[in-house]
């Protein structure tokens, strides 16, 4: 889905261990500030600072893809190793635009999680190594299970909260993998505090991202309902 997001162009570790993961490699890295990448995810973002577009440049010119991880904290304006999680996504950047004000309006769609190994020396931008997730093999029944009671919860979830565009149930209803339908939705609720998005990027199981996901949209669901009981009485 896409989400539109102003990034200083800065612009986000734990998690069970499922199997191991391929190879490592050395890409770019861009500091989120306010918003958490997932995968299958379009986002635009607007990126501003002087080590991020040399980034986007790199990426432009090896391949298109840019590895995307939030800062622990949004005011940090130059951080290092210390001030970003772990944990983020390995995107590719599809189009790539310069403004006149000197800031980069660029759109990215996420493709897969992916765990930083180590950071490697380069003179004008962040750069790593990676550690790319692979998802661990579950039970079929109980994915197919946690599947449609997903669904269901999320269909409630849209009734009560106008933000969310109801079209997007009817996208969700086609999704049969857990770990895409996981993401999507995870992508979508946008009243989720920015740690409940970071805990879920970090899960790798699929089943244990559902099961966070059902009770966080439950919790929100009664509060929403508190809300209409109020509202009709005052």
Known sequence: MGTNSKNDGD?????????????????PLLPLRDIIVFPYMVVPLFVGREKSIHALDYAMAHGR???????????TNDPASDDIYTTGTLGEILQLLRLPDGTVKVLVEGKRRARIRRFLNHDDHLQVELEEFREPSENATEQIALVRQV???FENYVKLNRRI??????????????????????????ALKLPDKQAILETEAPSKRLERLLSLMQGEIELLQVETKIRSRV
């Not at 893809?65 to 005011?75: M, S």
Request: charged residues 30%; aromatic residues 0%; glycine residues 8%.
């Open 11 to 27: 612009s986000s570790s734990s998690g069970s261990s499922g199997g191991r993961r391929r190879a490592a490699r050395g890409l």
């Open 65 to 75: 893809e840019i590895v995307q991880k939030k800062k622990k904290k949004a005011r």
């Open 151 to 153: 669904r269901s919860v």
């Open 165 to 190: 565009p109801p079209e997007l149930v009817a996208s969700t209803q086609s999704i049969d993998d857990a770990a895409r339908l996981a993401d999507t939705i995870a992508a979508s609720l946008t």
